[in-house]
């Protein structure tokens, strides 16, 4: 992920059940929002894991959103309440390495919120612009093959 | 199982910050199973001191390996190139397994990235609780087999201290009175006659006395 200029990069996992979907109907329903947005699909945000939020960081996103289903309607039960607690933990983490815990946030929503799920995406992009870049201009030609592009 | 937590980003910082390349190692025992020290956390702590490095300007190159065992020589083998090749070591297993390493390799600077905490079990997703002290002269079979050693908080071995609230230890209210637990243990094995014994006070000269302790066992030497 190239981080050279001062648009933020900020990478949403979304779960295939809810978010994806409302990603998809905010596209289908012409809703605009921000192009700052990288949409990784995953099938819950269970599944999700402190080092893939870790990872992301790594690569240089300036941001993370995480998007997982209202809470009580997790398609796996409780997929989304794990991801909460890692999420949790990952900002704690984020904080103890120098970066602002705010670059990484959890949002619920359902299928159909697709309204919501753009409201979600502007916020975050405004928080991550108020931030600025996560510091990571220095990044090492090693460090950078595993990045995201 | 040896339980251990993380020691965290800035006091990993500060140990580390005279080295350029470190190697995060693992260990595919206990450190994993209690999720402390396995290969997701090596990552995870190897992510988050790479980007400590890049926003603070350390310079550092972090490889990551994760080892099966570190407390036994035959798995420390697999590890030798990539710790040669390292100028500092920062091991993620207990407390033994961090001295094994650095027993091995003289010339190498080897730290702890954990703090080895107790020796317990798994109580429930998430929660790990004490259960052994080690105390070398094991009495667990008059107690029901809960000990009063680690799980009282005053360590009490003719208890109860007569604070405990309800079934709640009076020290910590989160944690039920180990004498509590006792007391119904060895009512619902019929063996409530073992409180009436005195129990004389411990001689811990197995655990803490005549320096660190040794097992040699002849059936296994040549
Ligand atoms: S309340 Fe129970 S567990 Fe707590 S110190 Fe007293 S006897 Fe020990």
């Known amino acids: 992920m190239n981080t050279g200029n001062s648009e933020p990069k900020i990478v949403a996992f979304c ?8 990603a998809d109907l905010a596209g289908s329903g012409r809703l605009q929002y921000p192009p700052n947005i990288r949409i990784i699909r995953s099938p819950c945000t269970g599944r999700l894991e402190i080092n893939f939020f870790m990872k992301a960081f790594e690569a240089g996103a300036d941001g993370v959103l995480v998007a997982g289903c209202e809470e009580g309607s997790c398609h796996f039960k409780d997929g989304n309440y794990l991801a909460k607690g890692r999420v949790n933990t990952t900002r704690q983490l984020l904080q103890e390495a120098g970066l602002e815990p705010e670059r990484l946030r959890m949002v619920n929503v359902s299928a159909a919120g697709s309204q919501t799920f753009v409201e979600y995406v502007r916020d975050m992009v405004e928080t991550i612009t108020k931030l600025g870049p996560a510091r990571h201009q220095k990044t090492t030609a090693k460090e950078q093959q595993g990045a995201i592009r | 199982m040896i339980v251990a937590e993380r020691k965290t980003i800035p006091e990993l910082v500060e140990i580390l910050r005279p080295h350029k ?28 001191l790479r980007i400590a490095s890049r926003v603070q300007d350390l310079n550092f190159e972090i490889d990551e390996l994760t080892i099966e065992r570190q407390c036994d020589n035959i798995f420390i083998e697999q590890a030798a190139e990539p710790i040669r090749k390292a100028d500092a070591v920062l091991s993620t297993a207990c407390g033994a397994g961090v001295q094994a390493i650095a027993e091995r390799f003289p010339e190498k600077p080897v730290y702890a990235g954990l703090n080895t905490t107790f020796l317990g079990i798994l109580e429930e997703r998430g929660v790990w609780t004490e259960k052994c002290a080690a105390c070398g002269a094991c009495i667990l079979h008059k107690y029901g087999g809960i000990c009063p050693i680690t799980r009282c908080a005053k360590r009490m071995l003719n208890g109860p201290c007569g604070g405990s609230r309800e079934d709640r230890c009076e020290v910590r209210a989160d944690r039920p009175c180990a004498w509590q637990l006792i007391y119904k243990r060895l009512k619902d094995i019929n063996q409530l006659e073992r409180l009436k014994e005195m129990e004389p006070a411990k001689n811990w000269n197995p655990s803490l006395s005549g320096g660190p302790r040794m097992l040699i066992r002849e059936d296994h030497r040549v």
């Open chain 1, 15 to 22: 779960c295939h059940y809810c978010a994806y979907a409302a």
């Open chain 2, 21 to 48: 390349k470190i190697l995060v190692l693992g260990c595919g025992t206990c450190v994993t199973v209690c999720l402390s020290g396995g290969e997701r956390e090596v990552s995870i702590i190897s992510s988050a």
